[in-house]
């Protein structure tokens, strides 16, 4: 595995766990020592399990030695292709160094398998590059942080983009890499390097326009005084449409979504596809909305005026199960609310210790929530969802809270004397606002 960050080490430790040798190569020794030492670098359930049982048997390396691949007959490529700080289009630096620095221990018959997510058009430019007899796979990954092993050892479907018609170079070692979920029924996938990396892209490309779409409702529902989760309900019902991702609330984040929507519309202009390219800015538009509404809905609940007042959050992280804060709507309100003058406590189950400085932080609710005049529920962990309203009364100054995510009992908590403001749900009245 070439590049240790949130791919390469959870399939680096999945693949070690189906019973394979595996070599994991990393610049950063931080990051290898503690994943030598069995810790996750990051907050993922079930990865720490597989990487003490590699550890144990013997199956899983990491190291910062990139000639321990010398041997090797597979070689996957996980480093990242970030944003590139010059406009919306991936930065590649990060793979073309990695598929330059592995050509020298190459030899005939290996396989260079990327599951790094790329622009269309990257894979058959990096196969040229390989020597005579290495073929290269397009493998593209498809993990959900909080459910990244699982989604590694479980998939969905896998996909090989390759280069030839027929039966590929490459693809029947790769089968013997996923023996054991091929035989469990797991849809596998040839076609060509295109339309693999397409279908990575568009894949979350896809379901942020989705995202975007049910909040663009939510909008149309604020102006109109419909209620964005009755309609969100009927539309779950339709089995053209599906229930996944039409979530009402503060918008998608993390490190995956929003950079593949932005490189995306950025190749798209590039492949003179102008409609697509419009369709994919509009989606990223409405997203980077979401927080503004939401800001403005926090200065609704407290009279007009943010300014002075404190206001805990309960939620860093972009998503629950996860201490990612890439991209985090969370992290990215809060610093709304406290650029329009409040005074910011947040909270997080595990992200507080990787949120941006900037903020005052609390270990706990009690503690974010002590004397705060306003709540705002910022992402969605099962732990803030099930919290007890009329408990939560009693630690703080007034009660009125920001459900930012559309997910808590309204009734529950008016019952227990609470104000619960929340995107595209008409508004209580606005006399207990004030």
């Given at each position: 595995m070439i590049g240790c960050g949130y791919l390469?080490?959870?399939?680096?430790?999945?693949?070690?766990?189906?019973?394979?040798?595996?070599?994991?190569?990393?610049?950063?020794?931080?990051?290898?020592?503690?994943?030598?030492?069995?810790?996750?670098?990051?907050?993922?359930?079930?990865?720490?399990?597989?990487?003490?049982?590699?550890?144990?048997s013997g199956s899983l390396e990491f190291t910062t030695d990139l000639g321990?691949?010398?041997?090797?007959?597979?070689?996957?490529?996980?480093?990242?292709?970030?944003?590139?700080?010059?406009?919306?289009?991936?930065?590649?630096?990060?793979?073309?160094?990695?598929?330059?620095?592995?050509?020298?221990?190459?030899?005939?018959?290996?396989?260079?398998?990327?599951?790094?997510?790329?622009?269309?058009?990257?894979?058959?430019r990096l196969a040229g590059a390989l020597p005579a007899g290495v073929a290269l796979?397009?493998?593209?990954?498809?993990?959900?942080?909080?459910?990244?092993?699982?989604?590694?050892?479980?998939?969905?479907?896998?996909?090989?983009?390759?280069?030839?018609?027929?039966?590929?170079?490459?693809?029947?070692?790769?089968?013997?890499?996923?023996?054991?979920?091929?035989?469990?029924?797991?849809?596998?996938?040839?076609?060509s390097y295109e339309s693999a990396e397409l279908v990575k892209t568009?894949?979350?490309?896809?379901?942020?326009?989705?995202?975007?779409?049910?909040?663009?409702?939510?909008?149309?529902?604020d102006a109109s005084g419909a209620d964005v989760l009755d309609v969100a309900a009927a539309l779950r019902l339709d089995p053209r449409i599906g229930s996944r991702f039409l979530n009402p609330g503060l918008g998608f984040g993390g490190g995956c979504l929003p950079k593949d929507l932005r490189a995306l519309a950025a190749r798209a202009d590039e492949l003179e596809a102008p409609l697509t390219a419009d369709l994919l800015r509009v989606a990223d538009c409405v997203n980077e909305a979401r927080i503004g509404r939401v800001a403005a809905l926090a200065a609704a609940g407290l009279g007009?005026?943010?300014?002075?007042?404190?206001?805990?959050?309960?939620?860093?992280?972009?998503?629950?199960?996860?201490?990612?804060?890439?991209?985090?709507?969370a992290v990215r309100l809060a610093a709304a609310l406290a650029g329009a003058g409040a005074r910011v406590v947040a909270t997080d189950p595990v992200a507080v210790g990787a949120a941006r400085p900037g903020l005052e932080f609390a270990v706990g609710v009690r503690e974010a929530v002590a004397g705060a005049e306003l709540l705002?529920?910022?992402?969605?962990?099962?732990?803030?969802?099930?919290?007890?309203?009329?408990?939560?009364?009693?630690?703080?100054?007034?009660?009125?809270?920001?459900?930012?995510?559309c997910v808590?009992?309204?009734?529950?908590?008016?019952?227990?004397?609470?104000?619960?403001?929340?995107?595209?749900r008409p508004s209580p009245d606005p006399r207990r606002l004030s």
């Open positions: 390469g080490a959870v399939h680096a430790a999945a693949m070690a766990s189906l019973g394979h040798n595996v070599v994991g190569v990393d610049k950063d020794p931080v990051k290898v020592d503690r994943l030598a030492g069995g810790e996750a670098p990051f907050f993922e359930p079930g990865l720490e399990e597989l990487l003490e049982r590699g550890a144990v321990r691949v010398a041997g090797a007959k597979i070689h996957f490529v996980c480093v990242g292709t970030p944003q590139a700080a010059s406009g919306l289009g991936a930065d590649l630096a990060a793979l073309d160094g990695a598929v330059d620095s592995l050509i020298p221990f190459l030899s005939p018959g290996n396989v260079v398998v990327g599951k790094s997510t790329a622009p269309v058009g990257t894979a058959r796979v397009w493998n593209p990954e498809f993990l959900r942080e909080g459910s990244a092993v699982a989604d590694t050892l479980r998939p969905d479907r896998i996909v090989y983009g390759v280069a030839d018609s027929g039966e590929p170079r490459g693809a029947a070692e790769l089968d013997s890499v996923y023996g054991s979920i091929l035989e469990a029924g797991v849809p596998r996938l040839a076609m568009a894949a979350n490309s896809y379901l942020a326009v989705r995202v975007s779409f049910i909040n663009a409702v939510s909008d149309l529902a007009g005026s943010l300014d002075g007042r404190r206001v805990a959050l309960l939620g860093l992280a972009f998503k629950p199960l996860s201490d990612d804060v890439r991209n985090s709507p705002v529920l910022a992402t969605e962990w099962p732990q803030y969802r099930e919290l007890d309203p009329a408990e939560v009364a009693g630690w703080t100054a007034a009660r009125v809270i920001v459900d930012a995510r808590l009992d309204r009734a529950v908590w008016a019952a227990a004397g609470w104000t619960v403001l929340a995107p595209g």
